[in-house]
DNA sequence: TTCTTTTTGACACAAGTTGTCAAAAAGAAT
DNA sequence: ATTCTTTTTGACAACTTGTGTCAAAAAGAA
């Protein structure tokens, strides 16, 4: 699952409104809205004031939404992305 | 090694002047000096010109300099860390 | 229906990226 | 040392992309 179905299950599952989330992002809720939905970026710090605000885990969370930048990178190079992910691998 | 010097290093073994690559990709040799200092990035359909005007291994290029793309998402991660790191410090 | 929540599209603004130019710096050759 | 070529730099405008807001529509709940 990507982070933006991610944050809108724990969501769901805690009964909040994005309302809160868009308070707590300081935005409005059109733009939480499309965050929900993918079509806005979520910054890491953003990332950690909606663990907070969800009481989620932070890593975890903020492990996915890594996850999912890394996938945009490759997902039109499939591939190479392999080898790439060897070598990246390696200067870790 | 990086992107940007590989193609250095690569280019300077077929003891080519940038002008040639600069004249394959279009662009002007400052530019082009650029993409070697990794001052300015390089799209993949670049890369493949690269590798030919290179005569280089164009699925060892390409998987180089995607492995660049995913090394600087993830080097943006480990500053959210040091960040967090930072405050959770701030607070003990 | 009415109230709340969510989604959409158009828009302006901000921020980042790109390539060029002119000039400086570095290097090679004579 | 001078000349010629190559490489690098900084300033700049053009372009691209991202960001948030607003108003209105759509969806869902009461």
Redesign the interface.
Known sequence: MRFPEWIKQIRKDRQMPQRLLAAALEIDTATYSKIEKGERRVK??QV?IIADTLKADKEEL?ALW?AD??TA??E??H???D???N??KK??
Chains 1, 2 share one sequence.
Request: proline content about 0%; glycine content about 0%.
């Open positions: 890491a710090e950690v903020l890594l930048q890394v990178v490759v039109d190079e591939k190479v992305a080898k790439a992910l070598i990246a200067k870790n």
